[in-house]
T-cell receptor
Framework: GDSVTQMEGPVTLSEEAFLTINCTYT??????LFWYVQYPGEGLQLLLK?????DKGSNKGFEATYRKETTSFHLEKGSVQVSDSAVYFC???????????FGTGTKLQVIP | SQTIHQWPATLVQPVGSPLSLECTVEGTSNPNLYWYRQAAGRGLQLLFY??????ISSEVPQNLSASRPQDRQFILSSKKLLLSDSGFYLCAGADNNSPLHFGNGTRLTVT
């Protein structure tokens, strides 16, 4: 079945550091890929998405590129802020938006 | 775009008591609806999903049930809560034009 593997957290960075959160996937067909963010005590918000190979999703300074050859969708940001502290989930859906498979989430803590 | 409403935001219930969590959707028709559970420090577990009124698919055997009495209403229930039912419950919806949108969740503590 479909699966998503994320790097274990927590990740602790100083403000303005470079962020990478790794995500790899296994899926049949051609999945769409997503990053969701969950701030403390809240639901998940869609951060960015990519629907086909080589697409780059971007939002709020975050980027991720759909790499079919390495089955990866790593999340990056050039300079993190304290307000980016949250849990980040990589996810995929294959065959429309019927069911979404999530990774286990990576907690990011940014310290001033 | 669609908006997912969930309530209550927090709930403390004794073991053996019933449960009813409600989710409603605005801004779309005939969405796919989902209930997820997030246990402390863990990822998201899909509990139920529904592609239409009265159509419920269960992903894992458990003490909970779901119902969809109206197109934009999705209810999570239990007849008798267990301690292990504690967690953060998230309702989500998706349609053909958009990926999953989540509600703000319900924090359930079973004591």
């Amino acid at each position: 079945g479909d699966s998503v593997t994320q790097m274990e957290g927590p990740v602790t960075l100083s403000e303005e550091a470079f962020l990478t959160i790794n995500c790899t996937y296994t899926a049949t067909g051609y999945p769409s890929l997503f990053w969701y963010v969950q701030y403390p005590g809240e639901g998940l918000q869609l951060l960015l998405k990519a629907t086909k190979a080589d697409d780059k999703g971007s939002n709020k300074g975050f980027e991720a590129t759909y790499r079919k050859e390495t089955t990866s969708f790593h999340l990056e940001k050039g300079s993190v802020q304290v307000s980016d502290s949250a849990v980040y989930f990589c996810a995929l859906t294959a065959g429309g938006y019927q069911k979404v498979t999530f990774g286990t989430g990576t907690k990011l803590q940014v310290i001033p | 775009s669609q908006t997912i409403h969930q309530w209550p935001a927090t709930l403390v219930q004794p073991v053996g008591s019933p449960l009813s969590l409600e989710c409603t959707v605005e801004g779309t028709s005939n969405p796919n609806l989902y209930w997820y559970r997030q246990a402390a420090g863990r990822g998201l577990q899909l509990l139920f999903y529904s592609v239409g009124i009265g159509q419920i698919s269960s992903e894992v055997p458990q003490n909970l049930s779901a119902s969809r009495p109206q197109d934009r209403q999705f209810i999570l229930s239990s007849k008798k809560l267990l301690l292990s039912d504690s967690g953060f419950y998230l309702c989500a919806g998706a349609d053909n034009n958009s990926p999953l949108h989540f509600g703000n969740g319900t924090r359930l503590t079973v004591t």
